[in-house]
């Protein structure tokens, strides 16, 4: 499962001597975009959205970003980028004041366990904890697996009111990709023990706490020649993942951002020390095989991230085998995705903050594999629904069962 998460190496001769500064480069630049992302769980707002009839479609939306048409289920929305759609939730009428709800589980890598429902007419009487974090426990309507792909059970409308606070939660597992994403921490993580290490197979190694199932020693790589790392050490750092949506303030530095997929490529393909058939720039083979060393990796992830380096490290690299692997990342790492089921890694990605000196540092690339399941909750219009005012991830919205 582990493979290619520690590269092994042959130590490369002279290896030393190019890392003798401790940054990608020597010159320290200030990079443009703000230290601290918004990491605050969901969107936090504070006004659900609104929705109508059958099965249910929004008709007032709130000011948070996102537009929603039905009332879509989410999980792992603590982290606003790693929210995954496992499915939504619909509304039937029966007979009177009876109505069907149905949960439909439209993501194969989401397993139900439980099915939590709550319907009032005010918001604070759907059972909740003194400090606004929901009881699910205590709704109304509770269910256990098994499920299927889609579970329905009767309902009565409260009385005394038109339209009505609703809050549908799922308890379940993810596994996969899905997993991998919704697992990446969203707040501070720390990073420890930063330093070069050609002869180990990777220009960074470090260590990760405070980031849960992260947590542990990686190999990495340097993703922007221009920035520079001034410290071994940083207690903020921000995780994403390379399957979620870049960061837009990250873009500006990483101009190769929308090129992840063939980075994810060349980590499943090749590793530093095995043979690679040379290749010139315009991708012709030339001079027989050659062996990636470090700094050959590292170059080619440049050529793609960083659209350079020139002639950085040339006296400690083969330009044909860097050729060769940027040759091949382009021709077969288009689209690329991993697979969970043939062992993959998995790309992500980490800013660290800032240097000492208040330039930002280094953003360094690494990867895991995929996990076998995670244990997560979904909430009906998870993703851009109103917040309980807790500290949860819980979302609430409102349903009335006519349109306007």
């Not at 720039?281 to 001079?287: A, F, H, M, S």
């Not at 050529?303 to 400690?316: A, C, F, K, V």
Request: hydrophobic letters at 35%; one cysteine or more; glycine letters at 10%.
């Amino acid at each position: 499962m582990y493979k290619k998460l520690i590269y092994s190496l042959a130590i490369v001769t002279l290896v030393t001597i190019a890392f003798l500064f401790n940054s990608c480069s020597d010159t320290p630049v200030v990079t443009p975009g703000i230290e601290n992302p918004n990491n605050d769980a969901g969107n936090g707002c504070n006004t659900p959205n609104q929705f109508c009839g059958s099965p249910g479609t929004a008709f007032i939306q709130n000011t948070c970003p996102g537009t929603v048409t039905t009332i879509d289920l989410w999980a792992g929305v603590g982290n606003p980028d790693a929210g995954v759609l496992v499915g939504r939730v619909e509304f039937y009428p029966v007979s009177g004041t009876t109505w069907k709800v149905k949960y439909v589980f439209t993501n194969s890598s989401f397993e139900p366990t439980s099915i939590h429902f709550s319907i009032k007419c005010q918001l604070s009487d759907i059972p909740h904890t003194n400090n606004g974090n929901p009881i699910p426990g205590q709704f109304q309507y509770k269910f256990n697996a098994p499920f299927g792909s889609f579970y329905e059970f009767n309902i009565t409308l409260p009385s005394g009111c038109t339209c009505f606070y609703v809050a549908a939660h799922a308890g379940g597992t993810l596994g996969g990709l899905d997993c991998f994403n919704v697992s990446i921490p969203p707040g501070c993580v720390t990073i420890s023990n930063l330093h070069h290490a050609a002869a180990e197979g990777c220009y960074f190694t470090f260590n990760l706490s405070n980031a849960g199932n992260f947590n542990g020693s990686y190999c990495g790589w340097c993703m922007d020649l221009g920035t520079s790392v001034l410290d071994s050490n940083f207690n903020c750092a921000h995780m994403f993942s390379s399957l979620a949506p870049f960061p837009e303030y990250l873009k500006p530095s990483i101009e190769g951002w929308q090129d992840m997929d063939k980075i994810n490529y060349l980590i499943n393909t090749w590793q530093v020390g095995q043979s690679i058939q040379r290749k010139n720039y315009l991708c012709q083979n030339v001079d027989g095989s050659g062996v990636i060393n470090t700094f050959d990796f590292q170059k080619a992830i440049w050529r793609i991230l960083d659209l350079g380096p020139g002639s950085t490290y040339s006296e400690l690299s083969d330009s044909l085998v860097v050729n060769a692997l940027v040759c091949d990342m382009i021709a077969n790492g288009e689209g690329f995705v991993p697979s969970c089921e043939n062992g993959d890694l998995i790309v992500f990605f980490i800013d660290p903050g800032l240097n000492p000196n208040q330039t930002r540092a280094q953003p360094i690339l690494t990867y895991a594999p995929c996990c076998d399941g995670q244990g997560v909750t979904a909430w009906g219009d998870g993703k851009y629904g109103g917040n309980f005012s807790g500290p949860n991830w819980a979302t609430y919205f409102k349903w009335c069962p006519t349109c306007p």
